[in-house]
Each structure stands twice: as structure tokens, then as C-alpha cells.
């Protein structure tokens, strides 16, 4: 049976989207600072400025203890890395994270940046993601189930040769940050939890140029590749719409990417 808290009521999801703006619009105000020399602190600091100028709380900051308002993951680094003094060099790939939140309800969303011009490797891997997390947010529609999602970003990964880290997940998200369900990024078609209008989660494959096995570092928080290849993540807030999907953390700077991709499908 499903839980009634999984079905967000139109209100909540009106809130949401309320939410969802702004983590959106600090991402898209981001990169134009993310270039070879700035430190993570300093774009932290601006994500943060940010959020709050539009009316919003930066919902990690005071999280399980931690301190910021976003998480930066530099390179190796696959996700909930602090930021810090650690000055970007040129080529650095890195995704910042942050969730944002209005009268109590949450919305979460990160993306892929690069310091300057980013390898060629780099560049691969962030589209290879990016591609997988359209693929997979294209199965959300009443009636489909999670292990849907699962099986088309496992699938267009193994295609590419690069891993699915299977540590993490995406979660449910409404007036807790993280809630149920857990949104696992491999699995197959026909399993796992039937999708109805009204749910709201998140969608954010970690994909690796290696294998997929991560490591915690003893700050307890930053988690990066054991084999320090390469990892990049994308993620938006979806909801199960009547007709489909509603991206609610869509950026208007990847719209029309977003668009042309859905439209091939």
C-alpha cells in the first residue's frame, strides 16, 4: 500500500515549485563564477547569498551538522564535497549541489561546471551523465515503476563504459530533505515501487570513468572514487505529473537541451 506522506498535496507541490526556482536560478547564476583561481568557499558563499536574496533557506547548512549551503565535488570527488579554500585550476570539472527551502518543503538539484576548458574525458563523462539523467527522468509517468528509472541509466552507462555508483540514491523529498523512496539508479524494467501523480523525488546519477566503488574520506563527509577516476552527477526534483513528468528544478539554461532530448525520444 502506499504511504499517504508519498503523495505531496497540490499545495505542497505548489510550495515546491516555489523552491525548486530558486535552486534552479542559483545554479544558473553560478556559472558564469566557476573559472580557474576561485575557491569552492567563495561560490559557496554566492549559492548561499543567493538562495537567501530570493526568499529561500539553504537548507544544509546545520544539516547533520554540517556547515554550508552547498556541497562541491571537485574531479574524484563523487559527492558531499566541502567546500573550502581549494583554489579551482584550469580543467577542473566539479558539480555543485544545494537544496533550497520555502515554508518548510524542500527541493534539491545540482549540475556539472568546468574551470575553464575542460579535458576531454571530463567533457565526455558530464554528458554521459547528463544524458542518463534525461533518460532516466523520460520513465517517470504514472504507472511506470522505479526500477524503470534504474534500468535506463544503468543501461545507457554500460553502453558508454563508464560505472554506476550504487552507493548512493536518489530520495523522496517534500517537507524532510530526504525521504522515502529510494531512487536507485541500476535495476530492471517492471520492478520496484509503481509510480502515481502526486510523488516528488529526485533523480541524480553519480557515473564514474572507472569502476564504481567509492570511499568516505575522514572528514566523514567527502566521498570519492577508490580508484580516483573521474566521477561526475547531475540531479533535479521531479514530480509525477498526470500527463508525465514535470521537471520542477529545470534550468532555463538547459532548456532547449532538455527539450530536444525528450523530443528524440
Not at 505542497?12 to 515549485?17: D, H, K, Q, S, Y
Not at 549551503?69 to 566539479?94: F, M, W
Request: aromatic share 4%; hydrophobic share 45%.
Amino acid at each position: 500500500m502506499l504511504m499517504p506522506a508519498l503523495i505531496k498535496s497540490p499545495e505542497a507541490i505548489a510550495t515546491m515549485r516555489e523552491a525548486a526556482t530558486i535552486v534552479a536560478g542559483a545554479l544558473d547564476m553560478i556559472g558564469a563564477h566557476v573559472k580557474p583561481g576561485v575557491t569552492t568557499a567563495e561560490l559557496d558563499a554566492l549559492c548561499h547569498r543567493f538562495i537567501e536574496a530570493q526568499g529561500g533557506v539553504a537548507a544544509c547548512v546545520g544539516y547533520q551538522g554540517y556547515r554550508h549551503a552547498t556541497c562541491i565535488s571537485v574531479n574524484q570527488v563523487v559527492c558531499h564535497g566541502v567546500p573550502g579554500p581549494r583554489q579551482l585550476k584550469e580543467g577542473d570539472c566539479l558539480n555543485i549541489d544545494l537544496v533550497a527551502q520555502v515554508r518548510g518543503i524542500h527541493a534539491d538539484t545540482s549540475a556539472m561546471f568546468f574551470a575553464g576548458k575542460p579535458g576531454i574525458a571530463a567533457a565526455r563523462l558530464a554528458r554521459i551523465t547528463q544524458e542518463a539523467l534525461y533518460l532516466g527522468i523520460r520513465e517517470v509517468k504514472p504507472g511506470a515503476t522505479l526500477g524503470d528509472v534504474g534500468a535506463a541509466i544503468q543501461q545507457h552507462a554500460a553502453r558508454h563504459g563508464v560505472s554506476v555508483v550504487r552507493d548512493f540514491c536518489g530520495h523522496g523529498i517534500g517537507t524532510a530533505m530526504h525521504e522515502e523512496p529510494q531512487v536507485a539508479h541500476f535495476g530492471q524494467r517492471g520492478t520496484g515501487r509503481m509510480l502515481v501523480p502526486g510523488m516528488t523525488f529526485t533523480i541524480e546519477p553519480m557515473l564514474n570513468a572507472g569502476g564504481p566503488q567509492v570511499r568516505v574520506m575522514p572528514d566523514g563527509w567527502t566521498v570519492v572514487t577508490r580508484d580516483r577516476s573521474l566521477s561526475a552527477q547531475w540531479e533535479h526534483t521531479v514530480l509525477v505529473a498526470q500527463g508525465g513528468v514535470e521537471v520542477l528544478t529545470l534550468r532555463a539554461s538547459e532548456r532547449a537541451t532538455f527539450g530536444a532530448m525528450a523530443a528524440a525520444g
